[in-house]
């Protein structure tokens, strides 16, 4: 369903309590009382209040920018006590969102929030989406991008005659490059979260978490992730819903990466998962998280469209007995190259890992390709048909 979605948040909220005391519960009450009053003559629905922010949805852009303007009237107009300025920040974006019993979920909620976050008390901000279907004054601000967001937003203030216009610079507005996203799959609470810790410590957002299927396949069409991480058992049956949501993921949503996580190495999936491509694919065991630095590279290594194989994985899938296999031309130099190949690691990580030049490790991933008879094609693809055939896939 399209839908306005409306946040807004006081500012300086922690400064205020100090500040006030016990007159801060009072002053919440009113702050919120003054919102829901607006929120309801203009025809919206709330759907969450936490602390001292508000989401609300309205179906119609206009009365959802009318409502923000005569909040900040009101706010602007009221006597607070000791003479404090108590005024909220207004997000406002336009866009597709699902109902869930906890409310709505969608890639666009997210987007709102993070618009509302980097405003200023006294401001109504909107995406060019919300502006485009408004009726009021606008001026554009710039385009800015926003943590956990894949594309940069164009961002608009709303503006009144009997409203300030002037403001700071926009707040938490990430310049540098946007982070990674994820979502993890887990039915374990506490490894789900400690999953999602370790992420986050490594700059990887984190923007949704699942305990079964349904949830996933949820999170990840809402969210539009760069990499899902997928329990391989996981509810109701414990058996492989973890590698039938990994495939139907890769089919569905080809521009998100899977890691599977494994408590034990099972040939069967592991080969499944591999059958078409190993671009943009991951398959680790749960030991492996241990190794901090190993598992978050995997991850953005998932994420960006390369691979991740366990080296435990890759020596039992190698192990497997096969008949007259082009493998088998390869020296032993070269097999220690492409394990490391199947690994999903670059040619300057291969030549750290066996002491050798990158102009080495080139030679002998040149050699690779012949043997295997690979076709004339760009070198990352060349190299994902080089580890299919060299797993047996």
Request: proline content about 5%; glycine content about 8%.
């Amino acid at each position: 369903m399209t839908l306005t979605f409306f946040f807004s948040d006081l500012e300086d909220s922690s400064g205020l309590a100090e500040r006030l005391g016990l007159d801060y519960a009072d002053v919440i009450t009113e702050v919120r009382e003054v919102q829901r009053e607006a929120v309801a003559r203009a025809g919206g629905e709330e759907i969450d209040s936490r602390g001292d922010e508000l989401f609300s949805v309205f179906s119609d852009p206009t009365a959802a920018a009318g409502a923000a303007l005569e909040i900040q009237r009101s706010f602007a107009a009221r006597a607070w006590p000791e003479d404090e300025r108590v005024l909220v920040r207004i997000g406002l974006h336009v866009g597709e969102a699902e109902r869930t019993d906890g409310g709505l979920v969608g890639i666009e909620v997210h987007r709102a929030s993070r618009i509302c976050q980097a405003g200023h008390g006294g401001q109504v901000l909107a995406s060019k989406e919300a502006v485009s279907q408004i009726d009021a004054p606008a001026k554009e601000l710039g385009e800015f991008e926003f943590r956990g967001l894949r594309e940069p937003e164009r961002i608009f203030q709303l503006v009144a005659d009997d409203l300030p216009d002037e403001f700071p610079p926009l707040r938490s507005v990430r310049i540098r490059e946007r982070n990674l996203s994820a979502v993890i799959a887990e039915d374990s609470t506490l490894l789900r979260e400690g999953l999602a810790r370790l992420l986050e410590e490594a700059d990887i957002d984190v923007v949704g978490q699942a305990g079964n299927p349904d949830e996933l396949m949820l999170k990840v069409r809402s969210y539009h992730p760069d990499v899902a991480i997928v329990d391989i058992r996981m509810p109701p049956t414990q058996t492989d819903e973890g590698i039938r949501a990994a495939r139907e993921i890769r089919e569905r949503h080809p521009e998100t990466g899977v890691l599977v996580l494994s408590q034990h190495v099972a040939h069967t999936y592991a080969v499944e998962l591999l059958s078409d491509s190993a671009e943009g694919l991951g398959y680790m065991l749960k030991d492996r998280v241990a190794d901090i630095e190993e598992f978050t590279a995997a991850v953005r290594r998932v994420a960006e469209g390369g691979s991740a194989l366990d080296p435990v994985v890759v020596a039992e899938l190698v192990g497997r007995r096969r008949g007259n296999d082009p493998v088998e031309r390869l020296s032993p130099r070269e097999r220690e190259v492409m394990e490391l190949m199947a690994e999903g690691r670059s040619n300057q990580a291969i030549g750290q890992r066996l002491f050798i030049s990158p102009r080495a490790v080139e030679k002998h991933v040149t050699s690779i390709f012949a043997k295997l008879r690979l076709p004339a094609a760009p070198e990352d693809h060349r190299r994902v048909l080089a580890v299919l055939r060299f797993l047996g896939s």
